[in-house]
């Protein structure tokens, strides 16, 4: 009797994810979202960060005003990467140019840059980089990594070295949290994920209600949790196809690696589009219309994408926007992603977040069947 | 799977059943007790309150007073139990637009759980609701008639012991009208309880018994015959009156309840309680300058109507 019960429960979930999928491939709008979104967004991204930018206005500020910083002022001027516009001998005047936007980029070379050079341990030049460019930021970086050959005594670069790209500080203005591809990969997987996932899933039940299928649903057997799970199923699938398409995309654009296991991510991806799906499906009991449930999910995209550590780091926050930030899964999850992407983190490593990450799709799942009466009013 | 209430005899029953939205009083205690095994109509005007009754007889809204119960369960605590046993067909069209006939089937059969050669059971349903040619075709592009066929279709195939139909021919031609009550009669000939919801006079007059609803309430109840003939009016047909003044003088009379034009001819329904209407009426007439033929004649469904509801109106 309890099995015939829970088989009866299987085919009528299977029955509505079936019947899920099948409108989804008939919807052509939608079926293009599934693949447009994340590609879209990735390359949106990854031009911002991949842009091959060339001279940008730069202002120089030569306190050592040395034969050897002006071959070094010389060398940046040849990667063509830099337009040097600007010359100032007073660091107000350079603040001043940056924060107008006429310079992007500052360079500033310290007094005692030769000495520096030579055996200090301290940076040897300052680039000072408009943060709120990121496009910029990653430019720096790579300013940064430029070799450059540095004449000892005389004869054209006899005995040059190279000099080790640590003695070049970059500093970021405005986005202290220096941002290259293979950081914003990891973080866009959230990311483009909650933005679908709660897209989707917000309108599923919303969308029966406003076509009149609702009336005919809920007169028959179908159990709410029935409805929910089977309604989330396929969404599932679609977040799972939509992760690898961004990996390809990253590794295949960005270099970017997956230096842990790939069953770990996916594992973890999984919980996290649940969670994602569970938020939708809560916002889809709430809306009225799907206009209504559009608007609602992007309610929920604001907090996610400014809070959860992709737009600003996690320590800066207010606590009241760290609190909040704790209540969303994307935080939890950019946890997940970069330890495992970028440092080879187990699952076993974040199970702390991997928790919390299930305990909200638990009670968004169950918030989600306890608000849907299989009524009309 | 046979209640105790079936076996009596009758499926459904309410007793002071209300349903209030805000102010609005949508149904206003209304007291029924439909027999198994027939097919019973609620007729009314758009707004009478038909399509909230059905509601809350399957569940999808509480009653805000009294209580109903079908096969003798409660419509608001045994609803589950009542829906596996229920067919329910809303006045607007309600299965997936996108989703083709086979489809739509298959998905209901399994909410439904059906058992067996599912496939032999849809077959079954196509072959009797004429959809063989659609099997394939999406519903949202189906005419209103092909639209119905399948509703029903999908409304019964867990083969319910009862239908809920909500205005079940309002999008559709003469001919898919004609077709569509023979498979209620060889439904209800099958042992199935029908109730459905109609504004058409003609419809009524076919169902076994009939509720007449006028703002959320039953005015009046029985067999259409048995309604005909007890209609509380006598009905005159005049012939040559057919200008625009006799109607209004007629309407004048305080025992006139209501005055239709059909064509050439006057239907006129006056109170039982004057003796000599057709005298009235012709020395009214005379009076205007107009020689009318009277004659009296039976009462049609929309004469019960009429009076019904105008009773209902000046009782209050
Ligand atoms: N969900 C609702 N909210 C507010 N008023 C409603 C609602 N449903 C029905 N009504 C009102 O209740 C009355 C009866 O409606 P309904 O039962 O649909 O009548 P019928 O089916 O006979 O046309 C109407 O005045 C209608 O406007
Ligand atoms: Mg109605």
């Known amino acids: 009797m309890a099995t015939s019960r829970f088989a009866g429960s299987l085919r009528r979930l299977r029955a509505v994810a079936r019947k899920e999928v099948r409108q989804l491939s008939r919807d052509r709008v939608t079926f293009g979202m599934i693949v447009g979104v994340p590609l879209l967004q990735i390359v949106m991204f990854g031009y911002a960060i991949n842009f091959d930018v060339r001279n940008i206005a730069t202002v120089v500020q030569d306190l050592a005003n040395s034969s050897m910083s002006r071959e070094f002022i010389a060398q940046l001027r040849a990667t063509q990467i830099v337009r040097v516009e600007y010359t100032t001998n007073s660091s107000a005047e350079l603040d001043r140019l940056m924060r107008e936007g006429r310079a992007s980029v500052g360079v500033v070379i310290p007094r005692d840059f030769e000495r520096r050079l030579q055996s200090d341990t301290r940076p040897a030049v300052q680039i000072v980089v408009d943060g709120s460019q990121p496009s910029l930021a990653a430019i720096a970086a790579g300013i940064a990594q430029t070799p450059i050959l540095v004449r000892h005594g005389a004869g054209p670069y006899a005995g040059g070295k190279r000099m080790a790209p640590r003695r070049i500080e970059v500093r970021t203005l405005y986005n202290p949290e220096k941002r290259t591809a293979v950081q914003i990969v990891p973080a866009l997987i959230g990311v483009i994920l909650s933005m679908t996932m709660v897209l989707f899933t917000s309108g599923a039940i919303v969308r029966e209600r406003e076509r009149g299928n609702l009336e005919l649903l809920i007169a028959t057997p179908l159990g709410r949790l029935e409805l929910m799970v089977g309604k989330l199923l396929p969404y599932v699938g679609i977040g799972l196809v939509q992760t690898t398409l961004i990996l390809i995309v990253g590794s295949a654009l960005f270099n970017v690696p997956v230096v842990g296991g790939l069953l770990s991510l996916y594992a973890a991806t999984l919980v996290f589009i649940a969670a994602s799906l569970g938020l939708g499906l809560f916002v889809s009991t709430l809306a009225q219309t799907q206009f209504q449930a559009f608007q609602l999910a992007f309610v929920t995209m604001l907090p996610s994408i400014l809070l959860s550590g992709f737009m600003f780091p996690f320590e800066g926050m207010p606590v009241a926007a760290q609190w909040i930030a704790e209540l969303l899964p994307l935080t939890h999850f950019n946890v997940i992603i970069r330890g495992v992407m970028l440092r080879g983190a187990e699952l076993g490593d974040v199970w702390p977040q991997l928790g919390k990450l299930a305990i909200f799709l638990v009670v968004m799942l169950g918030i989600a069947v306890a608000r849907f009466k299989k009524r009309l009013d | ?316």
């Not at chain 2, 139990?81 to 089937?105: H, V």
């Not at chain 2, 592009?141 to 009862?162: I, N, V, W």
């Not at chain 2, 009208?177 to 003609?202: K, P």
Request: glycine share 8%; aromatic share 6%; net charge negative.
């Open chain 2, 1 to 316: 799977m046979s209640g105790a209430a079936v076996s009596s005899g009758i499926a459904i029953t309410a007793r002071q059943l209300t349903r209030k939205f805000g102010d609005k009083v949508a149904v206003d205690h209304i007291d029924l007790d439909i027999p198994s095994g027939r097919i019973y109509g609620f007729l009314g005007p758009n707004g009478s309150g038909k399509s909230t009754t059905l509601r809350m007889l399957c569940g999808m809204l509480l009653p805000s007073d009294g209580h109903a119960e079908v096969f003798g369960l409660s419509v608001v605590k045994d609803a589950e139990a009542i829906r596996r046993r229920l067919g329910y067909m809303p006045q607007k069209f309600s299965l997936w637009e996108d989703l083709t006939t086979d489809e739509n089937l298959q998905f209901i059969a399994d909410l439904y759980g059906l058992e067996g050669d599912v496939g032999a059971r849809i077959a079954q349903a196509r072959a009797t609701y004429d959809l063989e040619s659609l099997r394939r075709q999406r519903a949202g592009t189906m005419s209103g008639g092909q639209k119905q066929r399948l509703a029903l279709a999908a409304a019964t195939l867990h083969a319910p012991e009862l239908l809920l139909l909500d205005e079940p021919t309002s999008a559709v031609d003469p001919q898919s009208r004609r077709d569509f009550w023979e498979r209620l009669f060889e439904l209800a000939e099958a042992g199935a309880t029908i109730l459905v919801s109609t504004h058409y006079m003609d419809e009524a007059e076919r169902c076994h018994g009939l509720a007449i609803i006028a703002d959320g309430r039953v005015v009046a109840e029985g067999t259409p015959r048995a309604l005909m003939e007890s209609v509380d009016a006598d009905i005159f047909e005049i012939e040559g009156a057919d200008g625009s003044e006799a109607p209004r003088v007629i309407r004048e009379l305080p025992w006139v309840h209501g005055v239709t034009q059909l064509g050439i001819r006057l239907r006129v329904l006056a109170d039982r309680s004057t003796k000599d209407a057709a005298e009235q009426l012709r020395a009214l007439l005379a009076r205007h300058g107009i020689d009318a033929r009277i004659e009296r004649t039976d009462a049609s469904l929309e004469d019960v109507f009429v009076v019904s509801t105008r009773r209902e109106k000046r009782g209050d």
